[in-house]
């Protein structure tokens, strides 16, 4: 059973607010990552980071930001959200270190909804 | 660069009825190939994984997927499904020594009873 932890699972917000939606490991893994997941199922990878202070951007433009201030939290942060925003957030994590298969291990998910 | 195209992308079959998902997969360098499975409101789960061996790997819970070099594939199988498989899979490759994974565009399995 993966280690990793993604709060809140479902959050209701307004347009205009600011969110952030919270991951943590506990696995050690140096990589972390963010997919967003459309209606249609597909994932789109949209942050990744393979260590402290490092992050990048991924596949998929997202107006979201990201922090990896400690290696087992990986934070993503909308500034002023809006109903476009509205998905299924998946943290993920994976050993570079030791397997090399690229193998990644999946948070519950947080599903947002701005009205 | 890798692809992966999961080819239907909703698949509906009756309870104990055998079953396929198809994957296959482009790339120019040797690959590790996943399945996941997600269930309704869950995260994605690791259902099983090809990396090197035995071109045929099995899951616990009896799914089994074989890898075809030659077609470059990944197709996934059950003998008899549960009304428990109900899920969405994806299909995942990882270029050896990328250590990033592609994924297809997922498959909805619905079983009916």
């Known amino acids: 059973e993966a280690d990793i932890y993604q709060t809140p699972r479902y959050l209701v917000i307004g347009t205009g607010k600011k969110i952030t939606l919270e991951c943590s490991q506990t696995m050690g893994h140096d990589k972390m990552y963010w997919y967003q997941q459309d209606p249609g199922m597909e994932l789109h990878l949209i942050h990744y980071?393979?260590?402290?202070?490092?992050?990048e951007k991924g596949d998929l433009s997202s107006e979201s930001t990201v922090s990896r201030i400690r290696t087992e939290h990986f934070p993503l942060t909308l500034e002023s959200a809006r109903p476009s925003h509205t998905s299924q957030y998946l943290c993920?994590?994976?050993?570079?270190?030791?397997?090399?298969?690229?193998?990644?291990?999946f948070g519950e998910g947080s599903r947002l909804t701005v009205l | 660069a890798q692809s992966v195209t999961q080819l239907d992308s909703q698949v509906p079959v009756f309870e104990e009825a055998p079953v396929e998902l198809r994957c296959n997969y482009s790339?120019?360098?040797?690959?590790?190939l996943f399945w996941y499975v997600q269930y309704p409101n869950q995260g994605l789960q690791l259902l099983l994984k090809?990396?090197?061996?035995?071109?045929l790997v099995e899951s616990i819970n009896g799914f089994e997927a074989e890898f075809n070099k030659s077609q470059t594939s990944f197709h996934l199988r059950k003998p008899s499904v549960h009304i428990s498989d109900t899920a969405e899979y994806f299909c995942?490759?990882?270029?050896?020594?990328?250590?990033?994974?592609?994924f297809g565009q997922g498959t909805r399995l619905t079983i009916n009873p």
């Open positions: 980071s393979y260590g402290v202070n490092s992050t």
């Open positions: 995942a490759v990882s270029p050896q020594g990328a250590q990033k994974l592609v």
């Open positions: 993920a994590s994976s050993d570079g270190r030791r397997t090399r298969t690229g193998e990644l291990f």
């Open positions: 090809y990396l090197s061996g035995s071109t």
């Open positions: 790339s120019s360098v040797s690959v590790y």
